[in-house]
């Protein structure tokens, strides 16, 4: 935000890759912590269902 309190496009993209490098984060950390969820046949196919959500979404840019 600069000083007249207008966000920038700086500020968006700075904000945008913060929630990257979140999910990244918290989905390693998920993965760290559950190790025998992780290994599950049907946690792989759930997990990948919700990677292909976001994939879709992202391919709108």
């Known amino acids: 935000m600069n000083s007249d309190g207008i966000t920038t ?4 993209v700075l904000d945008m890759q913060d929630a990257v490098d979140t999910l990244i984060f918290r989905w390693n950390k998920c993965l ?3 190790p025998e969820i992780a290994k599950a046949a049907t946690f792989s196919t759930r997990i990948k ?3 292909k959500e976001g994939i879709y979404y992202l391919q709108k840019f």
């Not at 496009?9 to 968006?12: A, C, K, N, R």
């Open 9 to 12: 496009e700086d500020d968006v």
């Open 49 to 51: 269902q919700i990677a």
């Open 32 to 34: 760290e912590l559950n």
